[in-house]
């Protein structure tokens, strides 16, 4: 009876032993997730198109200024102070388009990120896909592995861009040209090198464990945006800096390439001040000689406090250590991010639907 | 073999039981209705079948001995949800596409001819489709798996009288073509007269009768199914608390 109402399929038993090919995945979250993509793509591209566009015209300036010999000459300087008036902050740390370059990782983390889950679980669609011959946590796993990885693709090229952008400040041989010099770290450290892809990464894999718990698409983007946020500002107001012991030097005029951590000031072996006060600055430097350079006053100051006991400290980190802190930074990142995967596995795995 | 076991099962959210001591054998073959009213636990022993919720108590196996929820026992399972969940931003065809890369058997040419004959057209998107095109869709896909079991949760629940006759209709055929055995979950009872041939009643979380519906009519002297649920509902149902 039973044999004649379920007939025999011969392959079927070898065929159930194994697991689905996980390649099947790649077309399946192409087609569930290609306008998110498709969105990271435009976002990606207007701002590839907008830093070529401000880009181009000062890397001539630069290559401009650093052909020009003498350097002294007036025709030299005028180039010097072309390539100085083309800094026009657009992309400064705390400028307005600098606040939103650093929202792009969040950005994409949040609205790409937390739908993956959020939205099967709010829509219910979580009861088609995790009941499909594919199984429920390979489901999971292909998606938070492929989905990383192209938009790490994606925005490590976008970082490279970003990087061509400020490579003339931190080039040798500018400061002997009165360039302007940045540090390397002031300067959108988050969206260079292996910075950028380990924030988008993280702020994804922040957004699918928030959608996983949250159940819900918008309050997930919220909780993304909101954690990101406090990882965000806790780095770089406190991690960062510790990375690596900085550097301390007594000399007033640290490299203008350097990232000042702090300054203070000591005599006699002994500290004395953060900044030196009005009164000792009224009494010692009341003509101050015509500053030069980034840190002119501080080096002023040095100078006409000096010969009274005064030795200002600077710790700092200098721009050599650009690489090890991305790679810092990308290292602990891209560990937290693989420790939100396996947490959002295990609750898909075994959390009771 | 059973198509579906379950000994001592029990599911519990918070403190309260939506399934307990639950033991039940669904032979292979048949078209089994999982009856109850609303609340009885009835969506919640679909979940359990098919693994998207996990026990608080005993066990449930599937399709002979495969655990609820293994890779084994989904490659043999289609389960049409409560409100047939389809993406809706994705096309019919697409969703052919989902279903046929995540599953190792799927047979596109009934799905496209199934759908082409209900008029559906395959670069339409799901959420544009009618509630019954929609219910439709999820049937095909589930059908188009081949499976040897089909679990339905409320499938007509949301449907029209006639879509509902067109869906049914559509089940009992695969069962005569392919030996199916469907489970389907449903509170509207005169759907169910036609075709179930197996009959588990559910109240309160717990089984209240299961069996071969002639011969739990034959014993209980009832002209249908109807009845008898009605009957055995009446007499378990909460007592009036005199005021």
Redo the contacts between chains.
Sequence with gaps: MTALTMPARPDEDDVRLRPLPWRRMAGVTWRQHRIALAAVAVLLGTLAVCLWIIGTPLHHAYTAAMACHPASSAACQNLAGTFNGTNDHLLGATSPGGVFLQLVPVLIGAFAGAPVLGRELETGTFRFAWTQGFGRWRWALAKLVLLPVVLAAATGAAGLLVSWYYQPYFAPGSQALHLYEMSPFATLFTLRGVAFPAWTIAAFTIGTLAGMLIRRVVPAIIATLAGYAGLAVATAGFLRERYLTPLLTSSPNPPGTAWIISQWWTKDGRFAFANPPFSLINRFCSAPPAGRGKNAPFGTFAQCLAPHGYTQWTSYQPASRFWPFQWIEGGWLLALSALLIAVTIWLVRHRAA | ?NVVEASGLG?RYGGTWAVRECTLEIP??RVAALVGPNGAGKSTLL?LA?????PSAGEITVLGGRPAGS??A??????V???T??????SVA?MI???R?????FDQPYAKARLAGLGIPLKRKAGKLSGGQQAQL?LTLALA?RP?LLILDEPVAMLDPVARHDFMATVLAATAA??V?VLLSSHVLTELERVASYLILLSRGQVRLAGDVGDLLAARGQASLEELAMAYLRETRTPEVPR
Excluded: E
């Design positions: 073999m599911k292979a073959g979940n098919v693994g998207l919720s996990v890779r084994a989904l490659d043999g399972i289609a389960f949800a409560q409100d969940p389809l993406y809706k931003n994705l697409d596409y989902l279903t890369s995540l599953n190792w058997r999820a798996r040897r392919d030996g055995s």
